[in-house]
């Protein structure tokens, strides 16, 4: 049982980036994904989720209108496009199913 994200680096700010989450070892198809962040001493802070069949999507205000999460179930990957990127959005991006599957998280910096 396995997530491994991808797609993280570093972006000036107004940039883009997108990330991807492969799932392994589990049916992906039926689980709630969830995209979740940890910024430089801060604690983690929830980002988005999308219900198994791609609807029952939810964003955090922060991000709200900048990201768009989306699931391909056959490909058992989650992703998160990321745009209009801001330095605030620095972090280590995890997906995560439920509180108790975590991947190992990819960095994304935006600095000038």
């Known amino acids: 049982v396995q997530l491994v994200e991808s797609g993280g680096g570093m972006v000036q700010p107004g940039g883009s980036l997108r990330l991807s989450c492969a799932a392994s070892?589990?049916?992906?198809?039926?689980?709630?994904m969830n995209w979740v962040r940890q910024g430089p001493g801060k604690g983690p802070e929830w980002v988005s989720k999308?219900?198994?069949?791609?609807?029952?999507?939810d964003y955090a205000d922060s991000v709200k209108g900048r990201f768009t999460i989306s699931r391909d179930n056959a490909k058992n990957t989650l992703y998160l496009q990321m745009n209009s990127l801001e330095p605030e959005d620095t972090a280590l991006y995890y997906c995560?199913?439920?509180?108790?599957?975590w991947g190992q998280g990819t960095q994304v910096t935006v600095s000038s």
């Open positions: 999308i219900k198994p069949d791609g609807d029952g999507i």
């Open positions: 995560a199913r439920g509180l108790g599957l």
């Open positions: 070892g589990f049916a992906f198809r039926f689980y709630t």
